[in-house]
């Protein structure tokens, strides 16, 4: 089928909208835990700590979705670039230890 | 109810873990015959392991999910307040890491689904093992975390 053939597309795409994700906070919602509230975007912590992690992980699936579906009819025409569903995800890897380096360089 | 939960992730964990090893050895260093425990180990067929991975990895990803609040107002708080900054960096890469993991399930599935086309066999062995050190890391994060102040006598 060749709609598989994106598949190394939206792997690539979800690790790199991920990590641009996080870094710039485009979490597509917010989750205040000490007050059991939810909102739309990210906001500033209320009572407590917020967590962005959900609005991240959904935020990268919808760009990635939409990345994939972009691509699709090009991406059917031609063999499929295995490679970037690896190689991308890999680097992407190694990009989040260095911006988590402070966590372990004091 | 969340010590019942951290405990069904850590077994969910668990049992991905032995899987995708399993799998991971299987593609890296198979062999043909079953002479032997070893080799028992490297000739198992890694496709069967497949979908039983993905439900795994999701389900322990959403149990995580659902427990991770606790952490985060109680867990994390208290490694801050204890200067625990590489603890607490260890669980973030952790966080991390399995999301990109998600975000690789529909391609670990697609490149295990039938033999693999050219330039497949290469992005089979890469992704099983991403996935593989993402479990293995995570794991060892989350077992080591859980049980911090006991293993460093806080």
């Known amino acids: ?106 | 109810m969340i010590n019942v939960l951290l405990i069904v992730h850590l077994l969910l964990a668990v049992v991905l873990l032995g899987g995708i090893t399993h799998q991971a050895i299987s593609a890296v260093w198979p062999s043909r015959n079953k002479i032997g425990i070893v080799r028992s180990y490297r000739a198992v067929t890694g496709s069967v392991y497949t979908n039983a991975n993905i439900m795994l990895y999701l389900a322990t990803a959403t149990l995580g999910g659902i427990i991770y609040p606790v952490y985060r107002v109680g867990v994390r708080t208290f490694l801050e307040n204890a200067r625990l900054m590489a603890a607490t960096g260890s669980f973030e890469l952790k966080e991390q890491f399995v999301a990109v993991g998600l975000g690789l399930l529909p391609l670990y599935w697609l490149l295990w689904r039938r033999p693999p086309e050219a330039g497949g066999r290469t992005a089979r062995l890469a992704v099983t093992l991403i996935l593989c050190a993402i479990v293995w890391y995570g794991f060892l994060v989350g077992h080591i975390l859980t049980n911090i102040r006991g293993l460093f006598g806080l």
Do not use: C, D
């Open chain 1, 1 to 106: 089928m060749s709609i598989e053939k994106v598949f190394p597309i939206f792997a690539a795409a979800f690790a790199v909208i991920y990590v641009f994700a996080v870094q710039y906070n485009w979490a597509l919602f917010t989750y205040h835990p000490k007050i059991g509230e939810w909102e739309w975007l990210a906001q500033p912590a209320k009572n407590g700590p917020p967590m962005y992690w959900y609005g991240w992980l959904v935020t990268s699936a919808f760009g990635a979705t939409a990345v994939s579906l972009l691509s699709w009819p090009l991406a059917r025409r031609g063999s499929t670039q295995y490679w970037l569903g690896w190689v991308v995800p890999a680097v992407v890897v190694v990009v989040f230890v260095y911006l988590f380096r402070s966590f372990f360089i004091h």
